[in-house]
C-alpha cells in the first residue's frame, strides 16, 4: 500500500541510444481513482533505457493506471494502486487558502516563514546538508533556491554539474539533460521535505550574467526543460513554483513569462504554488496563472499601513519574498541590524502577509548565506523561528487585518476569537484595552471574554496578563473594556499582544 | 471652419411615434481624415424625430463623413468638414501619459485635483451653476457626480427628472430616455468645460437603496442605457468615464462589471479614460478596459510609503477618489480636519499619485456638500487650488518617486530637474541638501547647482532659499552638496521642498 502524498513512480523501458528526447513527453500516464478523479501525468527520461512517471496521490482508496502515447520504442503499461493513510507528518502539497493564506492539501495550515539560498543546489553535498540542518533548526518552513547556478557577485564557486549536454556549437541542448544534476536536485527536494521544508523552486535564472548562458534559451527551449522538469519534480510534495527569481533584470516583454506561467500551470499534474518574483517592476500578479504574490520590496515592510495594500490589490496570499537581509556587506539591500529584520517580520504579519528571511553576512569564502548557505551567524533566525511558532499557534487559516481603515494602530486576527497587535520596535509604558472593529461586523460583542499575551518579540517570551478583559462598550468600530485598568509594559522592547477570547 | 475639440452636432430625421428605441443604435457616421484616420461613431435619439450624431474632431484638416446602418425611416447622408485649430484654452480629452500620469490630447499635461457632488446633476438650475463657480474659483479640476440620483443618508432633496419612461407595468423602460434628463447632463457636462473641469461621470449607482430600483436593471438594460449615454455624451472633450462609485455595495459578480467596463472601451468612439471605484474589494484595476486606477482607501493616503504600492501593482495612473472628507458629520469618513486632508493630498503627490477632494459639512438643509454642492465652506480648497497650481509648474509630465527603495523619506520628482519633498504637517528646524538618487540613475551628477523653494502647504506661500546648493558628492543612492550649511525652516509648519535645477 502506497502512502497517500508519498511519490509513486513507475519505471519503464524504452529506446536508450539514442534516447527519446527530452524536449518530447516519451509517455503520459492516466490516473483514474475509484471516485472518477483523473490525473494525467507526464513522462520524462531518466537516463539510458530508464523512462519514469512520477505521481502524488492525495487521495486515498483505490487508483488504476494506464500508459498513454507513448512514443516508439517506450514500453507502455497498465497496473494499479491502492493508497492509505499518509506518512506521520506529511500533509501533502500546500495550496492557497482562505484567499490570503496557505493551507496543505489535507487542511492544515501552512505559515511560510522562509530563507534564501539561491546557490544552494550547487554546492557540495556536506554543504548542502549543512544549510538544511541550520535552517531547520532555526525553524525555516521554506527555502528559495535556484535550479540553474548563479554567477556575479559573491558568487565564489564553480558547479559540479550543468543541466543540459552541449550540442557540436557548444549550445545548450535541452532535449539532453544531464541525468546526475537532475538526480542531484530531486535529492535536494527530498532532503528540504524530510525536514518539513517546501522548496520554492526558481526556475529560470536572472544572475547568470553571461557566465554559462543559460539565461539564452530560446522560448521553445526554455518551454522544454519547464515540462522536463515539472514532469520530474512535480510529484514532490513540497515544491513550489517561482518562474524567477527578480524576473525583470532580463530584457523580455512580460508576455513572454505570461506564457510561461501558463505553460507551467497547464503542465503540472499537481497543481504546485506558482508565483514570480521581482526586481523593481512588478509582475501582474492579479493573472490568473499567479496563486500569491511573491514581491520584492523592503519598504513595504518597514513601516505600518503598507504590504496589506498589496492584499487589496491582489486578492492573494502576499508573500515578501526578499525584504532586505540581516548582513554586513556594505550593499543596502544586504545590511540590516536583526531587529529591524524582525521588526519587518512582525510588520508583515499584522498587514496579514508573509515574509522571507536571508543572511549576507561575508563568508570566509568571500560569500554569503544566500548564495552559497552553512551555518547561520545572524541573531534573527530564532526570532523568526520564535515567530512561525507562534504562527502555528493560530487556530484558523491566518491572520487577517481587522479594519483595513483603521489609522491608529494594526491590528490582524480572526474577528472575535484572536487578534494580534504588534507596538512596533519600541513599545509604550501601558496599553489600553481596546479591539477594533471592521464595519458591519458583529465582532466583538459585550460580554465577550478576552485574555492578553504579552509577546517579546526579541528576548522570545509570551507573559499572560493575569487578568480577564470583558468586552463591555462596543462602538461602530471599536470595542472596549471600560473598566479595566492599563496594562503595564517593558516600555521600549519590541512587543506584540495577542488578545484570546475565553470562555 | 469647426475647431479641433469642438463638439461637432450632425441632425438626422427619423421616425417619431414610435421613435426607434433607444436601445438600438439608430445609425452610424463614419468620419474619415485625410490622414486616412477613420472613427465610427454611433448616433442617438433626442426627441421627436430628431436622431444625432455627436464628434469631437481631435484631427485638425478635412474630414469625410457618411451614415451607416440607418434604421428604417431615419435618413442618413453624408458630407465634410474642415477642422482647424482649437478654441484658446481646449486641449482636447485627457489621456494617460507618461504610465502614471495624465496629459490632454495636445500634449498638455493635466493634473487632477478633483472634487466630489454625488448629487449634483440632480439640483435646481442656480445650485448647480452656483456649486460650478465655487469649485473652479476653489480651483479644482475635476468633478465626480452620478447620472442616476442618489437616495439614503445625508440626501433630502426629490430629483425632478428621472432618466427612463417607465412602461406598463412600472418598470423602468431603457428604450425610451427622458429627453430634458439627458440634455440637463450635456448642459452640466458643457458647464464644467466652460470651467475647465474634466467631468468625472459615475455610469452606474450603489446609493440606490431601493427608491429608485434604477440598480434593479438588467444587464442587458445596463448595457442599452451605457450605448445611450455614451454616444450622447462621448463627443465632449471632458468627459471621464466611471463605472460606479463603491462598486462593490451592489452584490453582483466581478464578470459584470468587466463585460460593462469592455463594452464602454468597445462602444466608445473617443476612447476616453475609463475606472470603477471601490467601497472595500478592489476591483482588478490591471485589466485592459481600465486606464487609471481609482481607489478608496484614505489609509493609503495617512502616511508616507503606503499609495505608491499602488503603482507597483497597476503600472497605471493612481487616483485616491476617496481619501474621507473635511467635514463634520460623525461618522469616520466625513469629519477630517482641513490640515489632514490636505496633508493627505501632499502625501499622495509626493508618492506619485493623485487624490480628491470632498467637503461633509453639515448644510443648512441637512444635506451635505458631497451629496449637493453648492459654497465651499471648509478651508482645504485654498490649499488644493494652491497645490494644483504648483503642480501646474512642473516642467514634464508628472512627478515619479525616485528611489522606491529609500526608507527615511519620500521625494518625487524629475531626475537631475526637479525634486518635491514632502516634510510632514510639523517640519524639522532645519534641512541639510541631499537628493536621493535611484539606482542605476546618472541623475544628478556632481557639479549640477540647484534652488530651493520652502513652501509653506497650509499658509499658501513659496520662498527660494538665497542660496545655490552645488551637488559635490554623489554616492550609489544619494547626492549630496557637502559643504553646504543645513537650510533653516519654520519649525512645525506644513512644510515641502522643491528643488530645482538651475544653469
Redesign the interface.
Known amino acids: 500500500m502506497v502512502a497517500r502524498y508519498a511519490v509513486v513512480e513507475l519505471a519503464f523501458e524504452g529506446p536508450s541510444s539514442p534516447p527519446v528526447p527530452a524536449d518530447q513527453v516519451p509517455l503520459d500516464v492516466v490516473f483514474r481513482h475509484e471516485s472518477g478523479r483523473v490525473v494525467r501525468v507526464p513522462g520524462f527520461w531518466d537516463g539510458d533505457a530508464r523512462y519514469l512517471v512520477r505521481f502524488n496521490p492525495g487521495l486515498e482508496g483505490r487508483w488504476t493506471w494506464t500508459s498513454e502515447h507513448a512514443a516508439p520504442g517506450v514500453r507502455g503499461g497498465a497496473g494499479e494502486l491502492v493508497v492509505g493513510p499518509p506518512e506521520p507528518g506529511e500533509h501533502g502539497p500546500v495550496r492557497v487558502a482562505g484567499t490570503f493564506h496557505f493551507a496543505h492539501d489535507d487542511g492544515t495550515p501552512f505559515r511560510p516563514v522562509g530563507t534564501t539560498v539561491y546557490n544552494w543546489l550547487h554546492q557540495p553535498d556536506d554543504r548542502r546538508a549543512e544549510t538544511v540542518e541550520a535552517i531547520a533548526d532555526a525553524g525555516f518552513d521554506k527555502l528559495r533556491f535556484m535550479v540553474f547556478p548563479q554567477a556575479g557577485g559573491y558568487v565564489e564557486h564553480v558547479p559540479e554539474l550543468l543541466p543540459f549536454e552541449r550540442d557540436a556549437d557548444g549550445r545548450w541542448d535541452v532535449s539532453r539533460p544531464v541525468i546526475p544534476f537532475f538526480r542531484r536536485l530531486d535529492e535536494a527536494v527530498e532532503l528540504l521535505n524530510a525536514r518539513g521544508i517546501q522548496a520554492d523552486v526558481l526556475i529560470y535564472n536572472a544572475y547568470d550574467n553571461g557566465r554559462f548562458a543559460l539565461d539564452a534559451l530560446t522560448e521553445e527551449e526554455d518551454a522544454a526543460y519547464l515540462r522536463y522538469l515539472v514532469a520530474r519534480l512535480s510529484a514532490h510534495p513540497n515544491v513550489w513554483w517561482s518562474l524567477c527569481n527578480e524576473f525583470d533584470i532580463l530584457d523580455r516583454p512580460d508576455e513572454r513569462w505570461t506564457r510561461a506561467g501558463e505553460r507551467l500551470a497547464a503542465v503540472d499534474p499537481h497543481d504546485h504554488l506558482r508565483s514570480i518574483h521581482n526586481w523593481?517592476?512588478?509582475y501582474?500578479?492579479?493573472?490568473s496563472w499567479v496563486t500569491h504574490a511573491s514581491i520584492q520590496?523592503?519598504?513595504?515592510t518597514?513601516?505600518?499601513?503598507?504590504a496589506s495594500?498589496?492584499r487589496?490589490?491582489?486578492?492573494k496570499p502576499i508573500v515578501l519574498d526578499e525584504i532586505k537581509y540581516e548582513g554586513d556587506v556594505p550593499e543596502?539591500w544586504g545590511r540590516l541590524e536583526p531587529q529591524q529584520l524582525v521588526h519587518q517580520f512582525w510588520i508583515s504579519t499584522v498587514s496579514g502577509c508573509y515574509a522571507s528571511h536571508g543572511e549576507s553576512f561575508t563568508r570566509d569564502d568571500g560569500s554569503l548565506h544566500i548564495v552559497a548557505g552553512g551555518p547561520l551567524r545572524g541573531a534573527s533566525p530564532a526570532r523568526l523561528g520564535f515567530l512561525r511558532r507562534l504562527l502555528e499557534e493560530i487556530d484558523g487559516v491566518g491572520l487577517d487585518p481587522i479594519d483595513?481603515?483603521?489609522?491608529e494602530a494594526f491590528v490582524a486576527g480572526i474577528p472575535g476569537r484572536l487578534y494580534v497587535q504588534y507596538l512596533g520596535r519600541s513599545a509604550p509604558p501601558t496599553w489600553t484595552f481596546r479591539l477594533p472593529r471592521a464595519?458591519g461586523s458583529s465582532a466583538p460583542r459585550v460580554g465577550d471574554r478576552f485574555e492578553v499575551d504579552v509577546i517579546d518579540t526579541w528576548r522570545m517570551t509570551v507573559s499572560t496578563v493575569e487578568r480577564r478583559f470583558v468586552v463591555d462598550e462596543v462602538e461602530r468600530?471599536e470595542a472596549f473594556a471600560a473598566d479595566a485598568a492599563p496594562i503595564e509594559l517593558p516600555q521600549g522592547e519590541a512587543l506584540a499582544l495577542r488578545i484570546r477570547i475565553v470562555d
Chains 1, 2 share one sequence.
Open positions: 523593481v517592476r512588478f501582474d500578479h492579479n493573472r520590496l523592503g519598504q513595504a518597514e513601516d505600518f499601513g503598507r495594500l498589496f487589496d490589490a491582489y486578492r543596502r483595513n481603515w483603521w489609522d464595519s468600530n
